[in-house]
Each structure stands twice: as C-alpha cells, then as structure tokens.
C-alpha cells in the first residue's frame, strides 16, 4: 500500500538484523564506569539486576575498581571486543572513544551524551562527524542523547537512569524519541501489569531512528504489539512501510505523536489548504493504514496491554457485566463516546439470568448490574458472564474484576476464581477482565497472575473501554485493508505546456479530457458572444470571470448566477468586467466564462495538495461555505482506492445529505467515490509537476455527478 517515496540519503536505510545485533549483545564495556557517578551506578546495577549473564567490563581512566569488580584503563586494554559499549562520557571525548573502539572492532555503542544534534551548529557539526566516523568503521550508534534499551527476553537491560528490575517479560516493544518519557512509561507499565519485550530510546537518531526500532519489532518473536512514542515523523515513507508490514504480520502499532500544532500546514490560497496541516496529515495516515493513535501516555499502555492479552477484539457489541449500577451508568456513557455498542441481551440470556439466581427483582439490561446480590452468592456474576458469552449478540464481553493486592483479596476471590479463570481464557469469544478505578498492580497482584495464569486485567473502565474500542477498530481496519487488494498505479500524465497560465476553463477542459465530468463552458470578450453562448446553451447560465491571477472570484463581484435571458447575461457580463477592474486591477483576466447553470444539488469539495513531508493528500468534505463553516472533511495520502474513498464519504457528519434526506433522491455512493478516484488518479499520475487541485464544487443531485469549478496550481520549475 506504500506509495511515498523516501527523500532519506541512502546511507540512512538500516538493515533490522544490523539493529538487532546491537540490541542483543553477549558481551558488554562500560565506558566511562564511575562509582560516585549516577549515571554509572543505574547502568551497572540495571544490567546485573535485569539479569544479563554475558560478560560486562568496566572501562575507567584511573583503571580503579568501580561497582565492586576490576576495571581497565582503557578500551585497547580489553581482553576481547565486546559486542555492545554503553559510552556515558561527555562529548568533548566521543571522537576519541569512537576510534579507540574502531581499533578495538567495537561495532555497536550507546551514546548517552547530550549538547549535540539538539544543541546548536557546533553540537550538530560534533555529531555529523561522529556519525560519518561510524559508518567509515562499520560502527552503529544508538542516540546519542538517550538513555539506552533494554531487551527482556535477551536480558539485557542497557538503560542509564533507575527503573524496576527485572521488568515484566511481555509482548509489547517500545520505540521512544525521548529517553527521558521512558523513565517513567516504565514503572506506569509495571504498574499496570503489562510486560514488555524490548524498549528503545533514540534520543537524536543520529543513525538509528524511532521508525527502525519498530521495523525491528515487526519481525521480533517476543513483540505482539508496537507502542511508540513520537515527536516528529523523520521518513513518513519508512513510517509507512512498516505500518504495512506490521498489520501483514498482525501485530497492531499503538502510537502517542505528541504536538499537535499545525506549524507545518499548507499555506494555499484555495479551501483545501485550509484542511491539511502536519497534524491532520499525520492522523489520515494512522487511519488509512490501521496505525492507532491515542492521545496520551496512560491510554498508549492500556490499550497495548489490552491488546497483547487479548488480541484484536472481532467487533464493537459489548457486553458489561458489574455489581454496580454506578458503574453501569459510567460503562454507557463512555461506550457511546467510544464508538462500541451496548446491544440488548437476547431473551434466552434473560431466561438464563433468572435460572442461574438472578433475583426477580433485578432487571436484565446490558450493562449488567447484577446488585447486591452477588454478597449472597458471589458465584452470579460468572453465571451472569456465561450467559452473555453465550449470547450472540456480543462479540466480546467485561467483566468487572482485576488482580488480587494482596492475600486477603484473594481469599475473597476463591469461590469464583476457577470459572472466572477459564471464562477468561478459554471462552468462545474475548472475556475482559476491568477494573472500575485504576488500581495499580501490587507484587503479590503480579506473583498471583503468574502461578495461576490470569491474563491481563485493564485498569480502569475509563481507560479500558476506549482501549477495547482501539482494539476492535483495528481488527476491522486491518480486515478492511486486507480485502481492498492492490492499488494499481496511476497512468502518468505529462504537464501540458503553459498549463500554469490557465483558467478555470482551461483547467476544466484538461480534468474533462482525463474523463473527469465537468460542466461545459465558453470564455467569451464580449457581452454579444456572451449572450450567443448562453443562448447555445440554453438558460439558465452562469458567468464567472476567467482569470489565472483569481482564485475566489466571488470575493471581486466575478460570479453572475441564474442568468434567465439575453439582457441579464449582457447586464451580468459588464457587471464582472468593471467589478473586477476596481477590486483586482492587477488580475490578468483572458474573458467571462459562460456555463450551464445547473439546478440546486449537494455541493461537495475534492481537493488535492501537496504536503511538505508526505506528498500529494486527498481531501473530500461538503463543499461551497460549507467546508469552512462545518468542518466536515475526510484526508487520505494518494494513492487511496474507491472502497477508502466510499469510507471516506461514509464518515463524513453530513452523510446524509447523499442518502437522501428528507425524501431528497439519494446518490449511489460507489459512483460518486469512482468519480473522485478518477479525479485523485488524474492528480496522482501528475505526480510532482502536481501543487494543489481543487473542484469546489462538486455538484451532487442523485446520480448526477458534476464539477463545476476548478483549479490547478503547479509546482515551480
């Protein structure tokens, strides 16, 4: 599905089994070993807590013992290379260690220093020297700025700062721009009960990249589920490559991109920059190639730790089984916010409920309070849960529990923990376990799950629920995408000569010639030939002013519409002539185009711009005033298919303006999303002679599917 190209130099593409030497070393050198250094002391007691049992040196100038074992004086000094060097010497004395380490056949180092790439022209000029130093040598660097990784399941814990030791063995992979945001991302998950299988900070991605380490993760055994946290997207064509990669192999990427600002938006003249900055960009590719993107750092764990234990969720019916109607009421409001849906129970469940116990007295309803009750037989609410498991209304059920804090917990437990234990990992169909409020994962909750094999419990319905929604989101986009098949390429389209110089009629001759529909027009230099024209046509006709200097031609009095006989066509041409004259004297204007004026439809907005970083974008949105006063609008990166063009459609607010409200004719939505691929594969086979297209409107009446205005703007030569 990947279409950008990478701009990257050649030299930046990374091999996986390059990284995955670095991250899975046998031997390792601390250079730089200090006992009163901080720095020091987390590296060493990290790497020998977390359970790593190859061979660790210690590289210290004064050669003294640190950390309570030998030292060497220097790197020549080693008995052998080691596989990886965690360097946490300052930057003044990078260079040096980085060829002392060529001499020694070191290959693979983590470099903590910062004050480089990040720190001015003499910090980015030390770092590029580095660099080119290292890829001379056959070296990779890791950050530098950053604070290491730490791979569980090779037991390697390469990270500088003070973190929970060992960590919890799982399958979700972290790639990390920020080495600092992994001090804390750490312990949260630890804290939340979900492993992880490798963790990596980059730091400046200075030769390894946040977008390497998930290609990496992509191919690692240990990783179910990618969770990245990101500052910018350095290649959004690598980027999205390995989102395709990723859903091939069936492990979802999770990703919090903080900034949300729109610093590097399009600065266009027409509508449609007005929809695309960096951030509306970034959040059409997650959709379109099945990247979840959540807004912080609690819902990027939750939704990968539920995830990891349970898989892609098949659909969004929920059903909800508590012990509290509180919780009920909070579970419905934040299933509605979350897109799922709460569906009734069939009537064989609330048969089922009342033969299991269920008090009379107690209403059936989904969510499920099954009250207090459940003090007198604790053993309702599994009876209840397996009445919904069996209910194929759901495609996937919660229940309200979590991991036991301690032993008293526990004991209270043990009447249900048997049945509650195969519901969770045996049924026919995902069972959540969810707690009401976050509740934070004790040692004993941790020993517990282990020796028993209960899977992860999501924290909090109000982190859960929109985790569940993720889930099952993903599951249906990835299916979507499978079964949308293989794009074909766009034909290419050359530039016409003097296209820059054109009209909107000119623009709407080359879109009509491309099999575009396209509302006939005459450019005329007089109100006679106007008034011929029109009469050609047949009234009611429209004028407009032909101008390539004027985008919005309402805005200078240089649209006449319902034009009914030959005076108002006369009349109209001379208004736009002088009304042009005084508000764009400057405009170059060739004439006043005459078109049939067509009767009232829905108007929509397609619109192609070309965005700095990720190439042409399509945006498809009601069109007119519309688009700005609603800002109801749908983005996908070109090349997109007809079946995302109809979703595109599909999700727009006003929707049903197409399917015929109130008794309005309603438009086949297959026809209409071909007539906007047509137009996107025009401006895809343009490819980058391509700046900005813009039909405004596309005029929809049933299944009559018409442009009426256009423009083109060209990339400068």
């Given amino acids: 599905m990947t279409a950008l190209t990478s701009e990257t130099d050649s030299t930046r593409i990374l091999d996986s089994a390059r990284l995955r030497e670095l991250l899975e070393p046998k ?80 290959r693979n180092l983590v470099l903590l220093a910062a004050g480089l790439g990040e720190a001015g022209a003499e910090g980015a000029a030390l770092q590029a020297r580095l660099v080119e130093r290292a890829r001379a040598a056959d070296q990779l660097i890791l950050g530098p700025n950053n604070l290491g990784f730490i791979n569980s399941h090779a037991k390697v814990a390469a990270f500088s700062h003070m973190t929970q030791m060992p960590m919890i063995k799982g399958g979700v992979g972290i790639a990390s721009q920020s080495g600092a945001l992994a001090i804390y991302l750490l312990p949260y998950m630890a804290s939340r009960g979900v492993g992880c299988s490798t963790s990596v900070t980059v730091g400046n991605e200075a030769m390894i990249s946040a977008i390497d380490v998930m290609s990496v993760l992509v191919d690692d055994p240990n990783t179910k589920v990618i969770a990245a946290y990101l500052e910018q997207i350095s290649d959004p064509a690598q980027f999205l490559d390995v989102a395709d990669r990723a859903r091939a192999a069936g492990k979802p990427i999770v990703i919090f991109k903080a900034g949300r600002s729109e610093a590097s938006a399009r600065v266009a003249a027409a509508h449609t920059g007005s929809l695309v900055g960096d951030d509306t960009v970034i959040d059409a590719a997650c959709k379109q190639y099945g990247v979840i993107r959540v807004e912080n750092i609690e819902d990027l764990v939750a939704t990968a730790g539920l995830i ?22 909070l579970v419905a409001d934040k299933a509605d916010a979350s897109g799922l849906e709460l569906p009734a129970p069939h009537q064989d469940t609330v048969q089922g409920l009342h033969d299991a116990g269920l008090p009379t007295f107690s209403t059936v309803n989904n969510p499920m309070d099954t009250t207090g009750y459940v003090s007198v037989d604790p053993t309702i609410l599994t009876k209840a849960a397996q009445c919904f498991i069996e209910d194929p209304n759901y495609d996937f059920v919660v229940v309200n529990g979590s991991w036991p804090a301690n032993q008293a917990m526990a004991d209270m437990g043990r009447p249900t923990q048997d ?91 080359f879109l009509r010639s491309h099999g575009i ?35 919005h031609k309402t805005e200078v009095g240089g649209v006449r519409l319902m034009l009914q006989d030959a005076d108002a066509v006369a009349e109209a041409y001379r208004f736009i002539r002088d009304s042009v004259a005084k508000h764009a004297p400057e405009a170059r204007i060739q004439g006043v185009a005459v078109s049939p004026m067509r009767p009232a439809g829905t108007e929509l907005l397609v619109g192609v711009v070309r965005d700095p970083r990720w190439g042409l974008v399509l945006a498809v949105g009601f069109g007119g005033v519309m688009v700005e006063l609603l800002k109801d609008s749908a983005v996908r990166l070109l090349p997109v298919g007809p079946a995302e063009i109809r979703r595109m459609l599909e999700s727009l607010k006003g929707i049903d303006l197409l399917t015929g409200f109130r008794g309005g004719e309603p438009t086949d939505l297959d026809e209409l999303a071909a007539v906007i691929f047509s137009i996107s594969q025009v401006a895809a086979g343009l490819g980058d002679e391509l700046e900005e297209l813009e039909i405004n409107p596309l005029r929809v009446a049933g299944n009559q599917i018409e442009a009426l205005d256009a423009l083109i703007r060209w990339k400068d030569r």
């Fill in 308 to 329: 990891e234990a349970y898989g892609a969720l098949p659909g969004p019916r929920m059903a909800v089984i508590t012990g509290s109607g509180a919780m009920c009421a």
């Fill in 517 to 551: 529909p396209y509302v006939p027009a005459a450019v005329v230099a007089s109100a006679e030939e106007a008034v011929s024209a029109a009469e050609s046509m047949g009234y009611p006709v429209v004028l407009k002013v032909a101008s390539e200097d004027i985008a």
């Fill in 419 to 509: 049945e509650m234990l195969r519901q969770l990992t045996s049924s026919p169909k995902p069972v959540i376990a969810m707690s009401f409020l976050p509740t934070e994962v004790t040692e004993f909750g941790r020993a517990f799950a282990a020796e028993h094999g209960f899977p992860h419990a999501s924290d909090s319905f109000d982190r859960g629920i929109p985790a569940a929604a993720r889930s099952a989101w993903w599951g249906q986009r990835a299916a979507e995408l499978a079964g949308d098949g293989e794009l074909p390429a766009a034909p290419a389209i050359a530039r016409p000569d003097g296209a820059e110089r054109w009209t909107e009629v000119q623009s709407g001759e």
């Fill in 27 to 106: 031997s390792i050198v601390i250079v730089g070993a200090n006992t009163r250094s901080t720095w020091s002391h987390f590296t060493y007691s990290n790497l020998v807590a977390g359970g790593f049992d190859g061979k660790l040196y210690l590289v210290n100038r004064r050669g003294e013992d640190c950390h309570g074992q030998p030292s060497f004086a220097s790197i020549s000094d080693l008995p052998e290379a080691p596989d990886l060097a965690i360097v946490l010497t300052g930057t003044n004395s990078l260079e040096e260690i980085l060829e002392e380490a060529r001499v020694k056949g070191i």
